[in-house]
């Protein structure tokens, strides 16, 4: 190849299109998070004017943001918990279907299909399910499962994935030493499929953390936070809106960053660990 | 009372739906020798060695170590260790905790256990590595690592499924040479699936000559090589002409064939007891041979005639092939100064010729003629 070739026309046009790309992806993320800085006196747009912490200071004080907390204090266990109903049954279901068995296919498709069936209609049924047993829609409760009805498949995705390429040798070397079926899996399995748990719990955490269609008709009386930020936009108008959506962005950076850190982490260790 | 690590196996069957992958199989093993179970792949090899591991429930048949019946036992009550063709090292601990592994499931305290294991890595020269992870490691030394792994607890029996072959050549010389110094230093019975003919019969005190879940042979490396007794382990373990022939007489000590071509061979009637009439198979061995470059069809018996395709330099040799009348390659290793004092090039016409008693009978397929219709045995 020829060192000073003359980049062709089509360089240029990608190279626009990407820029609008990034431009419209983060574009927004940046206004927001510098406008969650404004002044006291300052409004919704810019210009920025006195930048400060007012506005965050605003979302945990009584004022007439919403119950902000509250929602956040709901929202995270909700999320942790769906994290780790997630991990246990997806890791639990891909050593299952590692054996074929009756009916394996017709279940995993069945575990797909609410993939394709649209948040708000799951919503919908949900509460309507509810409502015929009898049954109050809470938080903790039927949003739960419908999170989970949007988590698992992905769990099970990658555990199927990551499953997949476990070779049986393994299982089979720890049965040769003695391990029991538990040690094995405890010792030998998890261990070695940790970075892929890892993965699902991201998912299971993040996918929970922001999910709005299945929340919206199934979280009951008290909001979940993607809910609370929903019904703000209506009534609350002041930059204390972007402050919130700062503050959750970063808390879901740090969950990836998290995640990924302690992928990048175990990887590390198996290929570098240092000798004496 | 049965010497410890003895395997036995007696109408050991296994059937994997309608696939019958090893069929009514006996086998004594002795106790500290070293087995090779020999074929290629698909013959049954590897399930026979997961069978006596373990790992594998035969469907009918027994299996005993040391005299006791082993079905139904897990590995460590069997007193047997696998090292598994992949090693299956764990990726996630270190190359001191895998070969520790067993005797933390044994429940032995850490400073105990790690200390066993320095001792065992000592045995394969590893120690100065004990901290490393097994992805940092080269094939050799992984291999070390599954070895002491599998030999910690002191096992009856070592199962090795095709250790050498993630290995390249160089290496793997080297370690079927330790495998060899191990299994004497240990003095315990290893088992050693390959389908390389020389790395078995250069570790083996027993060779085990599969095909199609049958064992075609078991016996001495030398004897395997040397004195096959079918032309299926004649022609698998290479370095043998296989031919064949019908009866023609009986004269004296001297038992007269002749080839479906009209080629008529000699052989020593104390190697055999033959009638007029009946399908023999021999084997020439390829280095029991003499070339010469001619023309002319020779009077004598015990020859092929044909024209060189290929010559091979083999250092000490030179592997001469013919297209011999019957389409099957014949092939001559001709000693260097030999072949240097008297070149042939490919297209010559030649005359490979042997002595009578050169000429090796393969004793399972020699047909009587009242037992009706030949069958041939594929190659």
Redesign the interface.
Known sequence: MHKHQKRPWTFYVLATLFTLFVIFLYGPMISIFILSFQGPTGGLVFPLTDPGFHWFGALFGQARTGDVGGAFGRTLPLALAVMVATVVISVAAGLAFRRRFFGSSVLFYTALASLIMPGLVLSIGILVAFQFLGLPTRWYSSAFGAHLSWTLPFGLLIMFAVLSRLDPAYEEAAYDLGATRWQTLTQVVVPIVLPGIIAVSLFGFTLSYDEFPRSWLTTGPQNTLPIEIYTMTTTVTSPALYALGTVTTIISFLAIGLALGSIGYIQHRRRNKKSF | MVHSGVVSLQGVTKSFGSLTAVDDIDLTIDGGSYCCLLGPSGCGKTTILRMI???ETPTSGEIQISGVSVLGQ???QRG???M???Y?L???L?VLDNVA??L???GMAKRERRAKAHETLEKVQLN??A???P??LSGGQQQRVALA??VITNPQVLLLDEPLSALDEFLRLQMRGELRRMQRELGITFIHVTHTQLEAIAVADLVVVMDDGHIVQASAPEDVYARPTSAYVARFMGGQNVLRGVVQSVVGPTVTLRSDQGQIFEVDSAQISAAAGDIVHLSIRRDHTELEKSDAVPTQPNHVVGKVIAIEYQGTYVKVTLDAPDNREFVSHVPDDKYLAQRVDVGDQVVVSWRAADVHILADDHRKSESGPDLELAS
Do not use: W
């Open positions: 591991a373990g790992h897990t590995p460590v047997t260790a696998m598994f063709q992949s299956a764990f990726p996630h270190t592994f067993r933390k499931m044994q100065h590595l901290e490393r992870m992805a940092q792994r599998a």
